[in-house]
């Protein structure tokens, strides 16, 4: 099978970082939580930038002001969500609005959630390619040791479904709802730890050290 890197002049790919959360029960941004040599978003946007996509998406609202002064967005198109109280949904609609009309896939990157690898999300775009545009899979998750888990990936034909999507889990409806359109790639290992409570900070900086 061809590499992505070979594929790349026939799919022009995309990555949504979203990163609008509110924080309510951590109490602070946890996008700027300290994290190896910066703040967790840094690390997101690190592996966002190793990825090879075409476009990154970055998409903002809670403590967006602190993030832009904090967090080095080089190489990102920063959307800001006036909506993100709304859920998850809101940013997601606001990051493919931004997208380049000519997008055939996007795959999608939780900012708190450090743990994923860029070689994983290139291979579930590769996975996605394998098929043809119409016919072929629509969507693209992780199939992780203990269940399914982000990032998710997305062809061009998926957009609108995406885009007109509301609240927060919507999207895990949107994978039931196309069930016959998902294709899944093994992934060792658990699903990679996000960050909602002190708790999950605390682990996900356990982590961190334990594979240094």
Known sequence: MPSLSE???AHRTAGLVLAAG????LGRPKQLLPYGDGVLLDAVLATAR????????LALGGAAGEVQRAVDTTGCEVVLNPDFGGGCSS????GIAALRPDTDAVVLLLG?????RAATAR???????TGAPDTGPGIAVCRYDDGIGHPLAFTRRMLPELAALHGDKAVWKLLERRA????????????????DT?????????GLEGAL
Request: charged share 25%; with cysteine.
């Open 7 to 9: 594929r790349a002049p």
């Open 22 to 25: 509110v924080s309510r029960r």
């Open 50 to 57: 190793d990825c090879g996509f075409d476009q990154t998406v």
């Open 91 to 94: 940013s997601i609609a606001a």
């Open 112 to 116: 708190d959630q450090p743990g994923v």
């Open 123 to 129: 291979a579930l775009l590769e996975l996605l390619f």
């Open 180 to 195: 016959g359109d998902v294709v899944e790639l093994p992934v060792p290992g658990p699903v990679p730890l996000d960050v």
């Open 198 to 206: 002190e708790e999950d900070y605390r682990r996900v900086l356990a």
